[in-house]
Nanobody, 121 residues
Framework: QVQLVESGGGLVQPGGSLRLSCAAS????????MGWYRQAPGKQRELVAT???????TYADSVKGRFTISRDNAKNAVYLQMNSLKPEDTAVYYC???????????????WGQGTQVTVFS
């Protein structure tokens, strides 16, 4: 069982930046895919970015070119650098381990408390 704790959220104006961190209680070295999700009020949780153990990344179209996901297996940590933030990025952000089930990315049930990101104008 892996426990995940997200941090780094806050209030920021449009165009600003935040760096989210995710600390894992157990080793993530063997976890092939890690990712960041977000959930805005009244909306479904969406997958924002993923990173494999080899460093390959994917991004949702809405954040491509603005967000960067990274991981440090030695520190059991995953990060999300968010630049050029927009009001529509406002959400609670969660990191999680992900498994590929016949081409469908499914999160494990390791959800943490998330970290709130609010972009206000």
């Amino acid at each position: 069982q892996v426990q995940l704790v997200e941090s780094g959220g806050g209030l920021v104006q449009p165009g600003g930046s935040l760096r989210l961190s995710c600390a894992a209680s157990g080793s993530i070295f063997s976890i092939e895919i890690m990712g960041w999700y977000r959930q805005a009020p009244g909306k479904q949780r969406e997958l924002v970015a993923t990173i494999t153990s080899g460093g390959s990344t994917t991004y949702a179209d809405s954040v491509k070119g603005r967000f960067t996901i990274s991981r440090d297996n030695a520190k059991n940590a995953v990060y999300l650098q968010m630049n050029s933030l927009k009001p529509e990025d406002t959400a609670v952000y969660y990191c999680n381990a992900i498994r590929d089930v016949a081409g469908i990315l499914e999160p494990y049930n390791y959800w943490g408390q998330g970290t709130q990101v609010t972009v206000f104008s």
